[in-house]
């Protein structure tokens, strides 16, 4: 700027690589143009640039005064001759004086340009100090930008290890509630396994009512065969008059062996059918209570991973959206931020301007005042001025040059660092995650093993106690049928030898005293009978 005139041509606002935003000015440079340097009093000084486009332009120099005429020569001693020396060295006095007078112009036009050179480069330099003033705003609102914006990617990095650390809490209470659901399936596999155990017991005791009735048919036999024997010794010896009171004895016998007989029948028949029948339906209660309450844990654990997975979802959309609402209210701030600066810029710009202006009318009205008298010692100043104001600000751009490169490293480091250790908690947070998601499932896998491999063994407990009910109630049948089939034989024993036919052949073939062999007789079969029915109505009652 100090060569030439700066124009702003374009601009346009651009994303820096640190994630910022500034913006890019296009210039145009053109160099000063100055009619002084043709004169021998100038002094060779740089052309200063106007700060702004509306400068005031440079005033023309004087017009230099024409050239002193040469002396002549005298061509002899005359009076003439003398004369025109004498004016010749009049004139050239006068010419010297005109010369010394356009040099003392000359110079006074020289000084003033400088001056006006001075207070041009003077502004022009309070303008490079604004320029480099905003620079230096525009640069630390950069380095804002790039502090804002990592925070804002520590912030973001926070927010994923605290979802992270919350998917953590999730999936620790999903193996809680899959803990505390298997231990449920525990309880219900231990009540199912009682229940199991209970049904057992109760198989045992058919099983021993089973055998007492075995038992009972058994002494039922050994009684029959007794009886039997008896039977056969006393009918040996009652041979004689038993045609009617046999037959008599003979039918009622047969009735009510018949009636006892179906009555037992069907006891035995009602108990085994109703033992069957409680048994199915106790094992088909518990396989519908397990089917049951297996689905509803099903159905349970479906709606907790789905309400689960719903809340992970509306979680992830919430902080989806609080974070574009974040970004957008940085990038507002940051617009608002930058047209306050571009507002400050402008009006310190304006500020500048005026303040310029007004340095130079003043620096014009105290040149046309004290051209004469300052010129040598204004000269002075001036350099002087100018050289330690070249130093302070070559000296002021050294130190922002080296301090914004400090912040910049500094700025940088520590986002190194902070973007490091967000790395490294995230990295930590999302391994400690993977481990314990790994850990509650092996742990979910485990129990539901354990739980199916428990609800299988009741399941064929249960298959098992119901083969043995059947099989229990299939030898009770079998035995109602073999104790039916053993009393028929013996009531066909029974009437085959106390027929009338039978009782008469051996009536007529002994001769003992036949009033005294029937009555002993009657009261045999008397005794017989009433002995044979309370043992088979022990008979029915062990059965049933």
Known sequence: MRFGRVEVVSERQVTLPGGGSGWELTVEHRPFVSNLSSTPSARAQPAAPSPTPAAQPIAPPAPAPPPAPEPVEPVGPSAAQIAARESAEAAALEAERVAAERAAAEQAAAQAADDRRAAETEAAQRAEEAAAAAASQQAAARERGEVEAVRAQLQAAQAETRAARAEADAARREAEALRRQTNALRAEVAATGEQTEALRNEADAARDQAQAASSASQAAQAEVAALRADLEAETARARRDLDTEAESLRNDLAAEADAKIAAARAEATRVADEAQTRAEETVEAHAAELERQRAELEREAAQERADLR??????????????????????????????????????????????????????????????????????????????EALTGVQAKLDEANVEAALLVEAGRTKASEVRRQAEAELAAARAEVREQIRTAREQAAALLSIARAESDTAQADSAELGKTVKALTDRLRDLGRRLEADVTQAQRQISERTSLQSVQARHRAETPDLDATATAIAAQVVRILQDAGPGEAAGTDSKS
Do not use: H, M, N, P
Not at 313 to 321: P, V
Not at 344 to 362: N, P, S, V
């Open 310 to 387: 719903t809340e992970l979802d509306g979680q992830r959309l919430e902080l989806q959206e609080r974070r574009a609402r974040d970004r957008e209210q940085a990038q507002a701030r940051l617009d608002r931020e930058r047209g306050e600066l571009q507002a400050q810029a402008e009006a310190a710009a304006k500020a500048l301007r005026a303040t310029i202006e007004g340095e130079r009318r003043q620096a014009r009205e105290e040149i046309e005042q004290a051209r004469e008298q300052l010129e040598s010692e204004v000269a002075s100043r001036l350099a002087e001025r100018e050289e």
